[in-house]
């Protein structure tokens, strides 16, 4: 199994460009989630899902969009990019056997927005 | 939104000796998980801890689910070179309706460089 995968691995962009992350997972987990990770903030939840075509908000919702159309892919849209959407961005995967609590997380997006 | 608090920010320590770090936060938690983070990679989960008082190890690594259920402490004994990274708690928020289930909180993390 490649377990979570994260593409691109690196990306810069200019104020106001719009992208998309991709991640896909091949444990058939439920639970698929996105977070970012600022320098001493820890790691934030942006949005997540518990299934195809259920998607819901989390911490910091504000400037990305979500889809979940199969199990396997959660892609992250940024519509518009702003300098404050520099970040390292991470997906993660869980399975309703651990209550969706224990969550493998891929390798990571580092974005630049300049 | 939650709130957790990990210390120390930072340890310096030589090869061999113990370490302690602790997370602590001012709500209740129903889940308490340690994850260990190296430069460039994303975090692998260590310990994951669901009852209040219990006591898990994984290796040299020891984790605890504090009674009062607000706090949780990860020990590694013997360290080794290989323990440099970021470790992180992370904690599942108590919610009656249980829909925080998977909603992560973290912690700032705590950055551990180990001298041979």
């Known amino acids: 199994n490649a377990g979570v995968t994260q593409t691109p691995k690196f990306q810069v962009l200019k104020t106001g460009q719009s992208m998309t992350l991709q991640c896909a997972q091949d444990?058939?987990?439920?639970?698929m989630s996105w977070y970012r990770q600022d320098p001493g903030m820890g790691l934030r939840l942006i949005h997540y899902s518990v299934g195809a075509g259920i998607t819901d908000q989390g911490e910091v919702p504000n400037g990305y969009n979500v889809s979940r159309s199969t199990t396997e892919d959660f892609p992250l849209r940024l519509l518009s990019a702003a300098p404050s959407q520099t970040s390292v961005y991470f997906c993660?995967?869980?399975?309703?056997?651990?209550?969706?609590?224990?969550?493998?997380f891929g390798p990571g997006t580092r974005l630049t927005v300049l | 939104g939650q709130q957790l608090n990990q210390s120390p920010q930072s340890m310096f320590i030589q090869e061999g000796e113990d370490v302690s770090m602790n997370c602590t936060s001012s709500s209740i938690f129903n889940t308490w998980l340690w994850y260990k983070q190296d430069p460039g990679e994303g975090p692998v989960l260590l310990i994951a801890l669901y009852k209040a008082g219990e006591l898990t190890s994984n290796g040299r690594l020891t984790a605890q689910f504090g009674i009062t259920r607000k706090d949780s402490f990860l020990n590694i004994s013997a360290s080794i070179p290989s323990d440099v990274g970021i470790y992180f708690c992370a904690g599942v928020p108590y919610n009656a309706g249980g829909t925080s289930y998977g909603k992560l909180t973290f912690g700032q993390g705590t950055i551990l460089t180990v001298h041979p």
């Open positions: 444990m058939n987990h439920e639970y």
């Open positions: 993660a995967s869980s399975s309703r056997d651990s209550s969706y609590n224990e969550q493998f």
